[in-house]
């Protein structure tokens, strides 16, 4: 229940809540309890896959009825390493999906925040806030420094400086 919770953006006690009102006003267990424990019921599994065809069935026709409203130009700056590493996988599929949409792609600027009219879209690494642009954050990243353990000299303490590169 909590998963559901957070995947829907609300309380987990309104989840359950909901349940419970399903529950009754199909008059079955959708769900067996046992402490802090649940667990689909037999009505529950069978239920679960008609709705999960049933909703795919919508999301189909919704995207074929979508497919003749989307259309034109997609304007996108991206960095290049996202480029390669994550959109290049995944656009065939998107653009299959859209047919009437036209993409073009270029690279963003690297020495301003400025896009020009050009630009639908950018996705880009960093705190860029693009002038006169809405911008989002997408995912918060850490990193941490790794090294192979032969790199390490082993004749003293290793520390932070040595992982610069040496010029």
Partial sequence: MSRAADELGITQSAVSHQVRQLERMLEIDLFIRSGRN???????????????????????????????????????????????????????????????????????????????????????????????????LLAQLSFYPVCAPHLVPSDREFLPEDLRLKR
């Fill in 38 to 136: 649940i667990r689909l019921s037999p009505a529950g599994a069978k239920l679960l896959v008609t709705v999960q065809k049933s909703f795919e069935a919508i999301s189909t026709t919704l995207l074929t009825v979508n497919e003749d409203l989307v259309h034109g130009e997609l304007r996108i700056a991206t960095a290049p390493g996202f480029t390669y590493l994550w959109l290049a996988k995944r656009l065939p599929e998107f653009l299959e999906k859209f047919p009437g949409l036209v993409f073009r792609r270029s690279a963003l600027p690297t020495d301003s925040n400025e896009l020009g009219p050009s630009v639908d879209v950018a996705v880009s690494y960093g705190g860029n806030q693009f002038t006169g642009r809405r911008v989002v």
